[in-house]
């Protein structure tokens, strides 16, 4: 069955480490999404990518950054310039044109330690 | 700027009632508004989408209205399961500056046996 994983599951970061969450999609989905979501906040956009090699800044880009070198992948690196970055972290993806939908994967838990 | 609400923010009923949850948006530019189903620590399920041109949609016990000129739509479930306790999500897929879906807080619902 198409669909999209994220992996890992559960990932703990120390201060200072960067980690890197991943995103593959099966779907064959142009574009390709990261929200981020805390408690109380709802889900906020971090970035986004329309097509491969090409990719935007949300509205909470600050601290993160993104790659599309495959249409399949698009992997999300956590930096130490996050300063907040515990949070449920949602790849999303949905095919060209206005009017389809979108499709979410089961989302990677990050916790600081 | 699009703004999602959705209210109440939580609800609880005893099984086997119908109800309603609301969402309301601030332009009505847009070109879809779905409706999700998240589970506690779990990722997005996509429940209805309704297009701009739709009035409405349909899948089971559920049944979505959108009206794009007053800003609102509703999910009403019918005849309510335990197993529907969820946490319900209002997105739409805004036109203006840069296609995006925007979420609401969500709507928290119990049901008791």
């Known amino acids: 069955d198409g669909g999209i994983t994220q992996s890992p599951k559960y990932l703990f970061r120390k201060e200072g480490q960067n980690v890197t969450l991943s995103c593959e999609q099966n779907?064959?989905?142009?574009?390709m999404y990261w929200y981020r979501q805390d408690p109380g906040q709802g889900l906020r956009l971090i970035y986004y990518?329309?097509?491969?090699?090409?990719?935007q800044k949300g509205d909470i880009a600050e601290g993160y950054s993104v790659s599309r070198e495959k249409k399949e992948s698009f992997p999300l690196t956590v930096t130490s310039a996050q300063k907040n970055p515990t949070a449920f972290y949602l790849c999303?993806?949905?095919?060209?044109?206005?009017?389809?939908?979108?499709?979410f994967g089961s989302g990677t838990r990050l916790t600081v330690v | 700027k699009q703004e999602v609400t959705q209210i109440p923010a939580a609800l609880s009923v005893p099984e086997g009632e119908n109800l309603v949850l609301n969402c309301s948006f601030t332009d009505s530019a847009i070109y879809n508004l779905q409706w999700f189903r998240q589970d506690p620590g779990k990722g997005l399920t996509s429940l209805l989408l309704i297009q701009s041109s739709q009035r409405e949609q349909t899948s089971g016990r559920l049944n979505a209205s959108l009206d794009k000129s007053s800003g609102r739509s509703t999910l009403y479930i019918a005849a309510s399961q335990p197993g529907d306790s969820a946490t319900y999500l209002c997105?739409?897929?805004?036109?203006?500056?840069?296609?995006?879906?925007?979420f609401g807080q969500g709507t928290r619902l119990t049901i008791n046996p």
């Open positions: 999303a993806s949905k095919p060209t044109g206005g009017f389809s939908g979108y499709t």
């Open positions: 990518s329309q097509i491969v090699n090409d990719f």
């Open positions: 779907l064959n989905h142009d574009a």
């Open positions: 997105a739409v897929d805004k036109v203006r500056e840069g296609q995006k879906l925007v």
